[in-house]
């Protein structure tokens, strides 16, 4: 047996606004460190040692990850960052209001953008090309399916090869690809997706075994 915690960052300021954030890159509130030491020390009571953790290149994850080690006091293990952790990039609604968008494009539209796993959002015109991001590689516009593609290969070359060999693991992410691993996990349907949430600062905590197979879920 093997175990795996995956959690969301803490509170950011784009959740405290409502705005649609993907790969913009914004820090944590108050609440959100908040958030993440309390999830440190929830995780410090359950006495776990990780091996390695994994992070995207967005400073909530990397805030949220570093407070969380510090908090178990494991701060000597591996930090893995990679941009296939990244949040979903919602395209031409990034820095947008979500109300204000229900209000431009209806409920129905927003909620299909925002929760379906199929639906594109509307693509940004140009990317601007950012040092982390080399050779065109941020994306227009993403939907879950799509930020599923390039998460599920990290998964299974760098992860799924670690938990094979008895190594726990940590990933802080992000509502949408935790939300993409957490479908492949538990092999959820396409359209049961939508009911899905994932809580800023709440650890999941799977419990797998030698295949990787799900022996016991429970949120921390």
Same mark, same amino acid.
């Given at each position: 047996?093997?175990?795996?915690?995956?959690?969301?960052?803490?509170?950011?300021?784009?959740n405290?606004d409502?705005?649609?954030?993907g790969?913009?890159?914004?820090?944590?509130?108050?609440?959100?460190?908040?958030?993440a030491?309390?999830?440190?020390?929830?995780?410090a009571?359950e006495?776990?040692?990780?091996?390695?953790v994994h992070?995207? /290149?967005?400073k909530?994850?990397?805030?949220?990850?570093?407070?969380?080690?510090? $908090? @178990?006091?494991?701060? /000597? @293990?591996?930090?893995?960052?990679?941009?296939?952790?990244?949040e979903?990039? /919602?395209?031409?609604?990034?820095?947008?209001?979500?109300?204000?968008?229900k209000l431009?494009f209806?409920?129905?539209?927003?909620?299909?953008?925002?929760?379906? /796993?199929?639906?594109?959002?509307?693509?940004?015109?140009?990317?601007?090309?950012?040092?982390?991001?080399?050779?065109?590689?941020?994306?227009?516009? $993403?939907?879950?399916?799509?930020?599923s593609?390039?998460?599920?290969?990290?998964?299974?070359?760098?992860?799924?090869?670690?938990?094979?060999?008895?190594?726990?693991?940590?990933?802080?992410?992000?509502g949408?690809?935790l939300?993409?691993?957490?479908?492949?996990?538990?092999?959820?349907a396409?359209?049961?997706?939508?009911?899905?949430?994932v809580?800023?600062?709440?650890?999941?905590?799977?419990?797998?075994?030698?295949?990787?197979?799900?022996?016991?879920?429970?949120?921390?």
């Amino acid at each position: 047996m093997v175990d795996l915690y995956i959690m969301r960052h803490g509170q950011s300021t784009a959740n405290r606004d409502n705005i649609f954030t993907g790969w913009s890159d914004v820090a944590l509130t108050k609440q959100g460190i908040t958030q993440a030491r309390i999830a440190g020390h929830k995780l410090a009571c359950e006495g776990i040692q990780f091996s390695q953790v994994h992070t995207s /290149y967005l400073k909530r994850a990397i805030q949220t990850a570093n407070i969380v080690l510090e $908090e @178990i006091n494991q701060l /000597y @293990i591996p930090i893995q960052k990679s941009w296939h952790l990244n949040e979903r990039h /919602y395209g031409a609604l990034r820095g947008m209001n979500k109300e204000q968008t229900k209000l431009e494009f209806g409920e129905w539209q927003v909620q299909q953008w925002r929760r379906s /796993y199929t639906k594109v959002p509307p693509l940004l015109e140009h990317i601007t090309p950012k040092r982390q991001y080399p050779l065109g590689l941020e994306p227009r516009g $993403e939907s879950l399916e799509m930020a599923s593609k390039r998460l599920l290969p990290y998964w299974q070359d760098i992860i799924a090869p670690q938990l094979r060999q008895g190594n726990n693991q940590l990933i802080v992410a992000h509502g949408s690809t935790l939300r993409a691993l957490i479908k492949y996990l538990e092999q959820i349907a396409d359209d049961d997706i939508m009911q899905v949430e994932v809580d800023n600062g709440s650890p999941i905590h799977y419990q797998l075994d030698d295949q990787l197979k799900i022996l016991k879920k429970e949120f921390v």
